[in-house]
């Protein structure tokens, strides 16, 4: 199996124990699924997972994109992602959202 190109990290800020308790958590319900599709729509070479807590609290909820290592902040919107996505199919972080 041939390792992806790219690979999503979208915060869900599960803490010690798997808690989830941060703000990532509440605002993403349901992007992991949006994200998917707009990779698969876009044949792009992404995979994607839900991490712990990024420690960017503040800025959330956080999408990183490796191994460009861009980091995007207040991704909590189909809007967000698409932009997000456009960006990676076009080789250019969306500077709307990047920390």
């Known amino acids: ?51 712990g807590c990024l420690k960017q609290c503040e800025l959330g909820p956080i999408l990183v994109v490796q191994p460009d290592n861009w980091w995007f902040k207040n991704v909590n919107s189909e809007a967000a992602i698409d932009a997000i996505l456009n960006g990676v199919e076009a080789g250019e972080p969306v500077s709307d959202y990047l920390i």
């Open 1 to 51: 199996m041939a390792l992806p190109e790219r690979l999503i990290l979208v915060c869900q800020s599960f803490r010690s124990g798997g808690d989830p308790k941060g703000l990532c958590h509440k605002q993403t319900n349901g992007l992991l699924q949006y994200i998917e599709e707009g990779i698969l729509d876009r044949g792009l070479d992404c995979q994607v997972t839900g991490t």
